[in-house]
């Protein structure tokens, strides 16, 4: 089967009919380091309906922030797109040149970032770093109306202040109002912005989030290594493992009836399902080197692995509305 | 803000006391004195009486000690032992000089190091950012007087006629020559400075352009050159800043050697000679002007580091630093 043709599921496509907001079809991507190339992420394919909320989540060097970066062309000096392709409301983005790519930055394409408490310059005032990013601040009802929407109009006299003078979870809501609220794009990337923050402010920025996305119908992917805080947000969730998006699947189906063994593992070794006492399960095996094996890459780690996983690494298939990259999905494992 | 710079004023005051106090006794517990200086070989016991008197040297050393306090608090600086002349009129003629020289080079070689290091930095791992490089360890290697000297042999034997390898004009004389022998003492003055600045500036650009904020501000499509204006440069100057400051120390020991080598009739030069003669008023002077010139370059740089930080600024007004 054609590789540009094999994500066109039930589960890779959006729940309308619309044609999709981001397409996104065998994206790879290489790091160069000195014991030569590692492949960080491979043959990563969904799609991102309008409105939609896509979570990410797999474990650290999964390739699930290379994804994002790669979304926005961002990547590090020593990565770079070898193959695939990002559709984005009809433009292909790995086409464009940089200056094309740099008018749909912020504009149409905005980004969370992962540590708000450094994610503004140290040395300019907020309210000035605020005015860089988005027109018309000066009228003080629009900056009302902007930071009272993500809760924090009793910073707007302090906005002469400095990032530093802010705690986190005000800076996150700050970088929101910027980047959702204030620039309104089309698509929202969010690099695990709750991982830095405390519980209870964790939940304020997810329930900010859902609120933006029915206001200003925005689409997101929400990339994070937890479950619980993926559970809460995403309307499809997609599992990354060595570089792979081995299943995607919409949440309820995603947590009720998990397809790839990888999966399976992940849900079990949540620490809420065991009771007092009881040991708490995990993943046998690391994931080092994976993303280098010809098979599965989770095949070394996988009880159900049979020969062939360790010689052809999966091709994804449909199984209800699930995508699962697994040469024994359907099966009853 | 205010009784902060009260405070490191008075400090410095302090320890412009303790510099003198301590040249003071050194210089009269150093072999020799003016009086051989002064008289040259084998002088007369009656001659060498006469001469300490005139001196002041023939009383005792605390009470030397007392008038010296006592006239720095009247700002009376002496004469010199040898001209005669008042100590501040020799001052007041050679310190124009040196400071003409060191602000030339300051000036020039803060705006070529930090253009160098701004530039670098840009167009990072490219042929300019090495050649950058392999250039500013070659000119942090090379010492001054070395270069000086060459400097002075190049443009006195080989290319002659473009700039005085030598001497001084005063700028009330001839203004143009003046700027003409300002040259080759500010170019080897500060050669080592604009080096340092260069790399450090690259280095903090370097650093800042991977920062977190960096990435927030292209993601949100600001465009490379105004990150640049507005950010990188922004944040990567405070550390260079510091490193400017402490630049300016190492001017005030360069003159010393520059001016000798350049025969400029600056306070380096004078320092020497007085030293070395033991005038002891004019040896003093030249350490008071030095040490106040190190001291308040010093402090500047405080007090623009914290118009540059915000945190420090901070810090201060609400108390949590002193």
């Known amino acids: 089967m054609a590789p540009a043709t094999r994500a066109g599921g039930t589960a890779a496509t959006s729940p309308s009919g619309d044609p999709p907001l981001l397409s996104v079809r065998d994206l790879a991507v290489t790091f160069r380091t000195r014991n030569g190339e590692v492949p960080a992420v491979r043959e990563v394919s969904f799609d991102l309906a309008r409105g939609e909320i896509l979570g990410l989540v797999g474990e650290s060097g999964s390739g699930k922030s290379t994804v994002l970066t790669a979304l926005t062309r961002m990547l590090p000096r020593n990565a770079q797109v070898t193959a695939g392709h990002i559709g984005f409301d009809g433009t292909d983005l790995l086409g464009l040149r940089e200056a094309g790519m740099r008018r749909l930055r912020g504009d149409r394409i905005g980004l969370i970032p992962q540590r708000p408490m450094t994610s503004l310059s140290p040395a300019t005032p907020v309210g000035r770093q605020l005015r860089w990013h988005l027109d018309g601040l000066d009228d003080a009802g629009r900056l009302r109306e902007l930071l009272g929407g993500v809760g924090l109009g009793a910073v707007l006299d302090r906005l002469d202040g400095y990032p530093f003078e802010f705690s986190g979870g005000q800076l ?10 204030g620039k309104q794009p089309d698509l929202l990337l969010a690099d695990e912005p709750t991982t830095t923050l405390d519980a209870t402010v964790q939940a304020q ?35 990354m493992y060595a570089g792979r998006l081995v299943e995607i699947a919409p949440t309820r189906e995603l947590f009720d009836a998990p397809r790839h063994p990888y999966t399976q593992a992940l849900l079990e070794a949540i620490p809420g399902r065991y009771r007092r006492g009881e040991p708490l399960r995990t993943i046998p095996g690391t994931v080092t080197g994976a993303n280098r094996l010809a098979g599965c890459p989770f095949a070394p780690r996988c009880a159900a692995a049979i020969d062939l996983c360790h010689e052809e690494n999966p091709v994804t298939r449909e199984v209800g509305t699930s995508l699962v990259g697994c040469h024994r999905a359907g099966e009853d494992l | 803000m205010l009784r902060y710079v009260g405070r490191r004023v008075a400090g410095l005051a ?21 009086v051989d200086a002064y008289l040259g070989m084998n002088p007369t016991p009656e001659k060498r009486a006469e001469v300490e008197h005139r001196f002041g040297l023939d009383q005792p050393l605390w009470v030397q000690y007392a008038k010296f306090l006592g006239n720095l608090a009247s700002g009376d600086l002496g004469r010199s032992l040898f001209s005669d002349r008042p100590v501040s009129g020799i001052i007041a003629e050679r310190l124009p000089v040196t400071l003409e020289v060191s602000l030339v080079a300051f000036l020039f070689w803060v705006v070529i190091g930090l253009a160098a290091g701004a530039f670098a930095a840009h167009r990072r791992d490219s042929f300019v950012d090495g050649f950058i490089r392999v250039i500013s360890v070659i000119a942090l290697s090379i010492p001054s007087f070395w270069l000086a000297l060459v400097l002075v042999v190049v443009f006195g034997l080989y290319v002659k006629g473009v700039l005085p390898s030598s001497g001084w004009v005063p700028f009330g004389e001839d203004p143009w020559n003046n700027m003409r022998s300002v040259v080759l003492p500010a170019f080897a003055l500060g050669l080592g400075a604009g080096a340092i600045i260069a790399r450090t500036l690259r280095a903090s650009m370097i650093e800042t352009a991977r920062t977190d904020y960096v990435s927030f501000a292209r993601a949100m499509g600001m465009s490379e050159r105004v990150i640049l204006s507005r950010i990188t440069l922004r944040n990567a100057i405070i550390p260079t800043a510091t490193v400017i400051g402490l630049m300016l120390g190492t001017f005030i020991s360069g003159t010393v050697l520059i001016e000798n080598v350049f025969n400029v009739p600056g306070i380096g030069q004078t320092i020497v000679s007085a030293f070395r003669q033991h005038d002891y008023p004019l040896a003093i002077a030249c350490t008071l002007i030095t040490a106040s010139v190190f001291l308040v370059a010093n402090l500047v740089v405080d007090l623009l580091y914290f118009v540059l930080n915000p945190r420090i600024r901070a810090g201060f007004l609400n108390g949590t630093a002193r």
């Open chain 2, 14 to 34: 302090l320890v412009l006391i303790i510099v003198l106090t301590l040249v003071f006794f050194m210089l009269r517990a150093a072999p020799g004195g003016p």
């Open chain 1, 205 to 239: 920025v997810l329930r900010l989030l859902l609120e933006l996305r029915d206001r200003v119908g925005l689409a997101m992917v929400f990339v994070t290594h937890d479950l619980g805080v993926i559970s809460q947000i995403s309307d499809r969730i997609g599992v």
């Open chain 1, 172 to 181: 996150q809501r700050l970088l929101i109002a910027v980047a959702a609220l």
